[in-house]
């Protein structure tokens, strides 16, 4: 019948105790899962294209301190909105800028796109129209 002060509902639904709690654990989630919050989408997605060897060179900034957990793990190729290709990856080279390499037919006036994905979070997407 009678009820703890700290065990009302306010109204929102919780109880002060609850509430009390999520204020407490709150601050310390990103020491929980340090490695979300220290992740990040790519910095720079460049492309070139080669007519000559018909190749697109995708050269992705994305710096990592653990390139085996925190990578680009896809780089989705595309040209004029079409799907062309793609490469999975289960880590990245431990520089920060670092490239890689498609065989890609283009002619003259195609857009090609690169989406180079994070592993944990994130994406960026370049693009070049071929001369």
Known sequence: MFRNQSDQRNQGGCTRREVLAIVMVAPFLPFVFPFRA???APDEVALSYDAGKRTLEVKITHPSKSPQRHYIEKVEISKNGSFVTQGEYKEQPAQATYSYTY?????????????????????????????
């Not at 890609?104 to 071929?130: E, M, N, Q, R």
């Open 38 to 40: 220290a992740a990040s």
């Open 103 to 131: 065989t890609v037919d283009a002619a003259p006036g195609d857009a090609l796109a690169a989406k180079a994905i994070c592993s944990i979070l994130g994406s960026k997407t370049g693009k070049l129209t071929v001369q």
